[in-house]
């Protein structure tokens, strides 16, 4: 690894040479090859960034970076590669070493910013094939559920239909039936109109008898004038008979007729019918024709009357028994006229029965007409069910296919992901080892309404050069020039977003399974806590510590899909006058403090810090940290000096403990996030501190003293370094000189009074960014089943 010892301090004002006065940080120079140019559009192989002989100063990677990332592809076989590359470092050119490792530094940034692009696109192209999927799933759901609906309702509609048909099945018989009863009741009206057809034959037989024995009479008669005339008024009457009965046959034609046109459908049982009728009308045309010839005969028989005067007594006799037996044909007769009567009215009944008989078929019929149109129709829209559930199905089967591909195509997606999130871990760790293990950054506050500055010119400057911009910062004091160069500078009106950017990778490294330090170092107002607390009722002035956790529980939350499960253990202490106080605890009162217990430090065989009886507590969300982060800070010693009205008066020291496993690699991690706000540095004729506070201040500055002896020799690589010294140095212990990612900020106050604490402040982190410490490790293991 490249040496860190480029900050050094100032060299003594009366050293002139071709430098200017400048120190060896001054001339640290970063290496970055153009690739195309800044106007460049072609896309070219990462091979042609290894081949890269251009320098370009800082100031115009920021500018070609964006594009470079665009314009590059990268393949596994040369990530492998940059990865595995180590510079060739020379003995003693520094420069071209430090140029070597700048150069490979910023291939590594081009290639993490293109495997964050590519990273952002998985994780884009994964969130729209899940939404594709949800979407797919509701889809099919809602139709699974509509295809279950319609088949419901069809089956309602096809049983309702089923229990009609049958209802309409039994009333169909019924008419039937009811229809065949009619029927035999018809044949039994056509039977006694034939027996009463036949009882009027048998009539006409004996009124053609009668006839024939009326002629008998007429020529027994002819003799005598007086018998001719009742004779011939016998025959009258019988003719009126005759034609009243000729005039009832026509009414009975007549109403057969009638019933011939009403009853079309049972005109062939009426055929016989129609036979016997003919039949009596050619009788009647025979009887007519036989009583003209009995008028003829009557005329031979008028001269035969006299013939027959004699015979007269005889036809008396004959006439007396004609008499009886007319008598008995008139009895007959009227019988005869009554039967009719009752006949012709029981056909007049029945006639009106089988009309209504036929009205109620008819309706019967259209009814059934009716059914069967209906029948019809919801056949006819249960086949376009059973069509529609059939492309229901083909739909459903359709989008179920799509299913599977999109997530088949989610699966393989979330495979590359996790390939991607493990190259992107190695790279990401690859390039904060090349920075340095122990990295630090500066920070300068803004001026406050009540710093008195005055006219005085400005003692903080930020140097402009392209070698220094960022990193650079400078110190005036007496009119002494004394510059600086660390990893970082952010001036005085950088916001809390724009630091928090800066340390979010190494805030990763804690879930990746790295144990990382973060610690806030400053004289007293210097803005420490600021930075590492901030205000959290406001989200633009959030410090570190709450913006931290924050990218830690989202983290947690989107690797979940990856399959990654974590777990959380919070523990919050303060170091005052050397005692270690546990800020979590219940039970805390005066009396406990001033005979407090006693917190042992303990470092395992894995580097791991344990502090024996400290409160530790499950966390599982953001919401429970802060309520924690807001108890620790009520707890917390603060008290006012002439420096600061609320001056923190110890150390504090937020843990973290992360415990991840991936139930899909079966592998597991364990990290730990520390953020310490150091309590500040200063001066007893400064702060004024007398009493208790003088006694808090001496604490304070010991501790820091012993911190700076830690670092003191760290940076000579003695053998010995005095970290039992103090608590604050034993518990940072694993930070400082072990595998642990540490990183500094040193916070400054740009008023005039405070140059010499900033100056020692800026000298003290010199020397903490020229420390080298063990190459930190990745705490994992595979779940053993």
Sequence with gaps: MASRNQNRPPRSPSTKDGGGGIPLDKRRRIGAGRIGGPNSTDRRPFGSVNKRQDVTAPGDIGSTEGSECENIDFTKEEIEALVIERPKMKKFDHKGNME?????????????????????????????????????????????????????KYNEDISELRKENISLQEKLTKEESEKLDAIDCHKREKEARIAVETLHASLSKEFEKAQQDILAANQRANSLDDMYKRLQEYNLSLQQYNSKLHAELETARESLKRVEKEKLTIVENLSTLRGHYNSLQEQLSLSRASQDEAISQKESLVNEVKCLRVELQQVRDDRDRQTGQVQALTAEALKYKESAGKSFSEIDNLMAKSKSLEDTCSAQRERIHLLEHQLTAANEKLKMADLSVSETKTEFEEQRRTARELQERLAEAEHQLIEGETLRKKLHNTILELKGNIRVFCRVRPLLPDDSVGTEAPVIAYPTSAETLGRGIDLMQSGQKYPFTFDKVFSHDASQQDVFVEISQLIQSALDGYKVCIFAYGQTGSGKTYTMMGKTEVQEQKGLIPRSLEQIFQTSQSLSAQGWKYTMKASMLEIYNENIRDLLSTNRSSTTENTGKQYTIKHDANGNTIVDGLTIIDVCSIQEISSLLRQAAQSRSVGRTQMNDQSSRSHFVFTLRISGENENTEQQVQGVLNLIDLAGSERLSRSGATGERLKETQAINKSLSSLSDVIFALAKKEDHVPFRNSKLTYLLQPCLGGDSKTLMFVNLSPEPSSVGESLCSLRFAARVNACEIGIPRRQTALRLS
């Design 100 to 152: 070597l490792v700048s150069e490979l530094n910023n291939r590594l940034k081009l290639c993490i910013k293109w495997f964050q692009k590519r990273d952002e696109s998985h994780v884009d192209e994964q969130g729209k094939l899940r939404n594709a999927l949800e979407s797919s799933e509701k889809k099919c759901a809602d139709m699974d559920m509509e295809m279950k609906s319609r088949e419901e």
